[in-house]
């Protein structure tokens, strides 16, 4: 009698696992609701290339649209907490030189010597690729 019962909880235990038709029928498709944009030609082939200093001509730029998706039109970014200000301060991000990009190149930045060799890795010719070769040396023969 006892293992009657233990079969038979057994059982339904497994049969509650199992999806059934009822609760299942409605369930959206999560590879259906969304739709790939359709591929749009432009209408002029004939497009210039933007002139440097000029504004650009699609609007606004992704973090004021993002502003305006959080905050409604003409938000301002809110005002950063006193910890935030007191971390930025420490971290030096109200100090940055202006001219950084030109120093980059500079032979007299100061850089960290990584060693032989990086060096020999980065003063390598270009296209050689030439595959490692072994010889297995059977020792004792």
Known sequence: MRNLV??????????????S???SHNAPDELAISRNAP???PQDFALTPPKPGTARPVGQD???AAME??????AKPPPKSPAEQQLLDKAGAGNTDPAIRS??????????NKGAFVRELLDAPAGNRDTARAEIVKQGS
């Open 6 to 19: 233990l079969v038979t909880t057994a059982a339904l235990a497994l049969a509650a696992c199992g999806k």
């Open 21 to 23: 038709g009822l609760a």
């Open 39 to 41: 591929l749009v030609v």
């Open 62 to 64: 992704s973090q004021s």
């Open 69 to 74: 998706a959080l905050f409604g039109p003409g």
């Open 103 to 112: 120093n980059a190149a500079d032979p007299r930045t100061n850089t960290v």
